[in-house]
């Protein structure tokens, strides 16, 4: 049976009275972004330094894989730079000769400019050779087992120390021996004369030498173009 006309109105009046009784909503009680939320969600994403351990002498090779996987992944825009920090440096053979090479300044790492996320955390952890970022482990709740290692960036500071060591223009020299190696004298006043290695000065491109001289060991200096290594 229909309501009469009467009820309904008064139903209707009383609905326009609650509605105006209810607060009016003003816009700052919209639920909006904070000044550093907006700014925070605005702003671009930071390339960082990361170093990266790998596998002994490996570091060529993962460099050169990383690079080519960033592209085939899509990342290659996250993954910006792989470096080797490296200084040059002098290497004496075995028969006094002299070769100029390189010198890692950290074997076993390789430094990688990216923008860290998951896509590029995964892609350089399962690059062939990749052992693990450096970071801080993230403790476990349960178990003995090691938990992840989070990756950490570099400071500002770090990066520059590294880089301005591998800019040094000052030639390392490297020389393929070691205390108690025998040598032979190849030239100067000493020619021809066999001793034992007590001290190396690699700096100075000089060493030591006990030589036997009228039946007594005498310590000798001697320039590392002035001597083969016996075998």
């Known amino acids: 049976m229909t309501a009469p006309l009467s009820e309904l109105t008064e139903t209707i009046t009383d609905l326009d009275t609650s509605l ?4 009016e909503l003003e816009a700052s009680d919209l639920p909006v972004e904070t000044a550093e939320e907006e700014e925070a969600s605005a702003r671009p994403a930071v390339a960082r330094w990361y170093a990266v351990q790998v596998a002994s002498s490996c570091e060529k090779k993962v460099k050169a894989t990383l690079e080519q996987r960033a592209l085939t992944l899509g990342v290659s825009n996250r993954i910006l730079e792989i470096e080797i920090p490296q200084t040059p440096a002098i290497k004496i053979k075995k028969d006094g000769s ?4 390189e010198e890692k ?16 955390e995964q892609a350089v952890r399962s690059t062939p050779n990749v052992i693990n970022f450096v970071g801080h482990e993230e403790r476990r709740t349960t178990g003995r087992a090691r938990g ?14 590294i880089f301005k060591r591998a800019q040094e223009k000052k030639a390392v020299v490297k020389v393929d021996l070691s205390e108690g190696d025998r040598i032979t004298v190849t030239a ?4 021809d004369f066999q001793g034992e290695v007590i001290e190396i000065s690699g700096d100075r491109s000089k060493l030591k030498a006990l030589l036997s001289i009228f039946g007594r060991e005498t310590p000798v ?9 016996d075998n």
């Not at 105006?20 to 607060?23: D, K, S």
């Not at 992840?148 to 120390?161: C, D, H, M, W, Y």
């Not at 200096?221 to 290594?229: A, T, Y």
């Open 188 to 191: 100067g006043p000493f020619k």
């Open 98 to 101: 002299r070769q100029s090479t």
């Open 148 to 161: 992840r290692i989070k990756p950490r960036p570099l400071s500002l500071t770090e990066v520059n120390r």
């Open 20 to 23: 105006e009784a209810l607060p």
């Open 105 to 120: 300044v950290f074997p076993g790492y390789v430094l990688i400019r990216m923008v860290m996320d998951e896509d590029t």
């Open 221 to 229: 200096e001697l320039e590392f173009g002035q001597i083969s290594k």
